[in-house]
């Protein structure tokens, strides 16, 4: 820990609501403190509006029948004050610090020096970064690009914030280079849910409305944590419980924003009084999730025939595949294998089955990364989604699934192509349309990304923004693979970690950011284009003067790389494009399907909604039906009995990697992060007292990782379970230790042992 952040932990009770006029205060102070009243109220007013910009932090969609005029959240405000912040980095600031004091630095502290206002390299043999012009920049990447032994040679990172227009001009360029090298956010987050949902239904997608939510009967939230991941969620989540229907929390730890929700935008939440959202809260072991729903299936075969309305056996026949070998995959599960894998008692998961079957089956499951990292996630998702197709729960109304995206456009990034595993109809369409000549072969996902940088096979790592270290698993693993790199590049708004680790040369490539007016060819302002997590693809136009004159868009660092790479062809004219993004979104007309009339469309207000083949019963897979699985369920277990299950978690303060603060409210939390929850009889076996540090050791196949200074903090959780936070604990993730078929690291669910120091 850095010198100015030595702890000061403040330990209060643990919430049981979240929201409220806590959330404004915090909203405030934040936006006050960073952008200043004037610029701040401008960037407030202009969030997730028509004719605004929409917010970078979260992908939860904006409702678009009543959407107010504070159409945010506490987290969307942190992200905003963060960005629209007055402070900035120049040239003087990388003449005083040095990468190896800038390394000794608090990743809450980087976010707090400011916008980047100009391209920075670091030169080999040199300490420092200094200032380059951006045409040498890109004379010096293109280059270095061009003379690789091989495009496989070259990697090619996305964040999840990057815009559509970004996002398929960055694939574009890629693959005309000749590299399918297009690792991404989703393969540390969702890329589970991809996997899953595409064996089960043929589409990597969710298949629900924000209406859909609404009018659920019931709405069931495992692994997730909407209070602090997705704030906007839990006023979802109330009309869903004022329409009448019920909502189920499903988690190891109990959290304030599950329990239930003070609107802040409605005079009882301005009192503070909140309205509870979870009419039962199951605390299923760690990794206990698949066993849990494979409980509540079975269940519900055993009480019902085929002359129920419950089991949905007109669709089953008509629509699926595999449902008799699940079934008897059901019945050869046995109650004592469904309690001990879970850890839930039989009655809690009759009461869960019950509330499912109520009403008109109309279920809606919603995940985030408690689901989507772990070992068997893929088979768990698939087990989720096995419910619903037995009961009919999904193409109808109020019925389907949800994975919860994190980034804002993470889902759009996917869509526009950012993929190392891309179908051969995506590559067909894309020849075709621009008259290019796609590799076929795969690429590297981040897991193998990193692994083959380690192994000095990828020589130049190019990050289109995001904080790769600090989101990577095995952080020192990572460290090493970047500096065996001969150039490492990042666009970013602001400075991360990730920028201080470095190969042979380093470079920092300057961006707007999504609030930031950008104006290309003419008067008139550029607008970019995203997609929620419910496949609504909408505007958004930034409002504030940007950090300098010196900033470039995404779209344009993008295009004047692939113009220094690979040169225009024929039929793409790299900075012609992205003077225009009219003309990008023509060319992602011509070459992603769904994107008809693009520019007419998403102008209207609120957007549009792709297709969804699943939502209209319409199944993408091989045997055009939706396929049930008839996995052997299984759970995570440590090697030995002293061992615990620790998973990592966000604070409050922070969303993904980027520190807005050092407190967790919901949890109690003040003044720190480096913490671990405990619970208490866990902590009384091991003689650790509450407060106390500990040291982590983290043990995966012979190998043990070491971490020490963690206050044990005791929490309401299973026992066996530990939670810590990221990027803090991520050195102690195994660079191997990955989901089956997906290879997301498995961050909720690592064997420890811990000791008080």
């Known amino acids: 820990m850095s010198s100015e952040d030595k702890s000061k932990l403040k330990v209060k009770d643990q919430k049981t609501w979240a929201a409220g006029i806590p959330a404004v205060t915090s909203s405030m102070k934040h936006i006050l403190s960073s952008a200043g009243p004037v610029r701040g109220t401008q960037a407030m007013l202009g969030i997730n509006q028509f004719d605004g910009f929409d917010c970078p932090s979260c992908a939860w969609p904006d409702p678009d029948d009543h959407r107010a005029p504070t159409e945010f959240c ?19 600031f990388f003449k005083k610090y040095s990468l190896t004091e800038l390394r000794e630095k608090s990743d809450y502290w980087h976010d707090q020096q400011g916008r980047l206002t100009a391209p920075v390299i670091k030169l080999p043999d040199s300490d420092h970064y200094q200032a380059i012009s951006w045409d040498d920049a890109f004379e010096l990447l293109g280059h270095e690009i061009k003379n690789l032994d091989s495009p496989d040679d070259g990697i090619f990172y996305t964040s999840g914030r990057a815009s559509n227009e970004a996002a398929f001009l960055y694939q574009l360029f890629v693959r005309q280079f000749g590299t399918n090298n297009l690792p991404d956010c989703s393969n540390m987050c969702h890329e589970s849910s991809g996997s899953g949902l595409m064996a089960s239904i043929g589409i990597g997608k969710g298949t629900v409305t924000l209406d859909d939510i609404h009018t659920a009967d019931t709405v069931i939230c495992v692994g997730q944590n909407p209070g602090t991941n997705h704030p906007r969620m839990l006023a979802s989540l109330e009309k869903t419980v004022e329409n009448g229907g019920k909502v189920i929390a499903i988690n190891p ?10 609107h802040p935008q409605k005079l009882k939440g301005m009192l503070n009084i909140a309205t509870t959202l979870a009419s039962q809260y199951i605390q299923v072991k760690a990794n206990g999730d698949m066993a849990l729903f494979r409980g509540v299936a079975k269940y519900i075969l055993e009480q019902h025939t085929e002359d129920d309305s419950v089991i949905d ?21 046995s109650w004592q ?17 019950d509330t499912v079957m109520a009403g008109e089956r109309k279920l809606i499951t919603c995940w985030a990364m408690g689901i989507t990292q772990q070992r068997n996630a893929v088979a768990t998702i698939r087990e989720i989604t ?53 590799p076929r072969h795969h690429g590297y996902d981040v897991v193998e990304a990193i692994q083959e940088m380690h192994a000095s096979k990828g020589k130049v790592f190019f990050a289109l923004g995001g904080n790769f270290l600090q989101a990577a698993p095995d952080t020192d693993y990572t460290a090493d693979a970047l500096r065996n790199c001969r150039v490492t590049c990042h666009v970013a708004t602001k400075l991360n970690r990730g920028h201080l680790v470095t190969g042979e040369i380093g470079l920092i490539l300057p961006c707007l950011g999504r609030s930031d007016r950008d104006q290309q060819e003419g008067e008139h302002l550029q607008f970019i284009t995203c997609e929620n997590s419910m496949s609504i693809v ?8 940007p950090p300098s004159n010196l900033v470039l868009s995404e779209p344009m660092i993008v295009a004047r790389l692939a113009e220094a790479a690979i040169g225009d062809t024929a039929k793409v004219k790299w900075t012609h494009l992205a003077s225009e993004y009219d003309r990008i979104r023509d060319a992602i007309e011509a070459g992603i399907p769904g994107f008809e009339n693009f520019n007419q469309r998403v102008r209207q207000p609120g957007g549009f909604y792709l297709y969804n083949s699943a939502q209209e019963r319409e199944w993408a897979t091989p045997n055009k039906k939706a396929n049930f699985s008839a996995d052997i369920i299984d759970a995570f277990e440590v090697s030995n009995p002293d061992h615990l299950i620790m998973q990592t978690l966000r ?39 509450p407060t106390q540090k500990t040291r982590i050791v983290s043990h995966w196949n012979g190998e043990t990782r070491e971490l020490s200074g963690f206050h044990a903090i005791p929490y309401d959780m299973p026992r066996g ?15 191997d230790s990955t989901a089956i078929e997906s290879n997301t690291p498995t961050s909720k669910a690592i064997e420890v042992s811990i000791e008080a120091i």
């Open 721 to 735: 379970c530990v939670a810590t936070y990221f990027p803090e604990a991520n050195p102690l993730i195994p660079i």
């Open 538 to 545: 909408h505007m958004s136009k930034g409002k504030l003067t």
């Open 651 to 689: 604070s409050h303060d922070q969303y993904n990697t980027t520190i807005y603060g050092l407190d967790d409210r919901y949890r109690g939390i003040g003044s720190e992060r480096m913490i671990v929850f405990i619970n208490p009889e866990d902590m009384t076996d091991r003689k650790i007292k």
């Open 74 to 92: 506490e987290n969307g405000a942190k992200a905003i004050a963060s960005e629209a912040t007055t402070k900035t980095i120049d040239d003087e």
């Open 337 to 353: 294998q469904v309690i001990a894998l879970s850890g839930i008692a039989k009655e809690d998961i009759v009461q869960l089955a």
């Open 386 to 438: 096995n419910l619903h197709l037995m009961l009919g729960a999904i193409g109808r109304e109020g019925a389907g699934v949800c994975p919860v995206r994190g980034h804002s456009n993470v889902q759009g990034d996917r869509t526009m192509g950012i993929y190392e595993k891309p179908s051969d109809s995506f590559l067909d369409r894309l020849d075709s349309a621009f008259d290019m000549k796609s």
């Open 253 to 262: 730890l109990k959290e304030a924003g599950l329990i239930a929700f003070a």
């Open 313 to 333: 056996f007109d669709f089953i026949k008509q629509h699926t595949d595999g449902f008799d070998a699940y079934q008897s995959a059901c019945e050869a599960t």
